[in-house]
């Protein structure tokens, strides 16, 4: 059957350093894999889409890679910030999506 | 907002009473969905509308009910609902509603409404 992992259900940093999220699949070769955050109470937010023809992508101080090879994406904060604490979803399509991790980012 | 408002924002109901759940999208989207969030778990998708005809019903039980009375509005109708119901529900858009290979779906969500079953 279709798995989804993300590794951690949490992860704690200090700020300033690079948080690293993971996300791994099986059985499954996506078109595409889509990262969103979630904030406490709220609906989840769209981030960043890869397809599965890139390997990495870039917006601000987000990346994402995609190995189809491995099946999986990571996804990396840099310069990470307090205000980056937020569940992180991963998800390869609109039935299929991870459990997430919350990363905390401690001041 | 993110251009899906949904409401109310909380719901507390008795497994007898028959409530609703309201979404509307503001986005000019074509596709709708219900999702249900639960603690720990990943979202799981119960209904997919695209152009108001239910495409997809992933499993949901008869207590659950969906109306899209055209593409910006969405209702999930609730009656005789049991406590392990209790989650948050979150409604979506995106400009395509096709299968996962067919576009990449990026969904807008709205903040969800979270139901309490006593």
């Known amino acids: 059957s279709q798995k989804i992992e993300q590794n951690s259900e949490a992860l704690n940093i200090q700020e300033g350093k690079t948080a690293t999220l993971t996300c791994n699949y099986t059985?499954?070769?996506?078109?595409?894999l889509q990262w969103y955050r979630q904030d406490p109470g709220r609906g989840p937010v769209f981030l960043l889409l890869i397809r599965e023809n890139e390997k990495e992508k870039r917006k601000e101080r987000l990346k994402v890679t995609f190995d189809t090879t491995l099946k999986q994406s990571l996804f990396h904060i840099t310069a990470s910030q307090p205000a980056d604490s937020a569940t992180y979803l991963c998800a390869l399509g609109r039935d299929r999506f991870g459990a997430g991790t919350r990363l905390t980012v401690k001041p | 907002e993110t251009g899906v408002t949904q409401t109310p924002r909380h719901l507390v109901m008795g497994m007898t009473n028959k409530k609703s759940l309201k979404c509307e999208q503001h986005?000019?989207?074509?596709?709708m969905y219900w999702y249900k969030q639960s603690a720990k778990k990943p979202l799981e998708l119960m209904f997919v509308?695209?152009?108001?005809?239910?495409?997809e019903n992933n499993s949901v039980p008869s207590r659950f009910s969906p109306e899209c009375p055209n593409s910006s509005h969405l209702f999930l109708h609730l009656h005789t609902l049991q406590p392990e119901d209790s989650a948050l529900y979150l409604c979506?858009?995106?400009?395509?509603?096709?299968?996962?290979?067919?576009?990449?779906?990026?969904?807008?969500f709205g903040a969800g409404s979270r139901l309490t079953v006593l």
């Open positions: 986005l000019g989207h074509n596709a």
């Open positions: 059985n499954y070769s996506p078109a595409y």
């Open positions: 979506a858009s995106s400009q395509d509603g096709g299968g996962a290979r067919s576009g990449a779906n990026v969904l807008t």
């Open positions: 509308y695209n152009f108001k005809e239910q495409t």
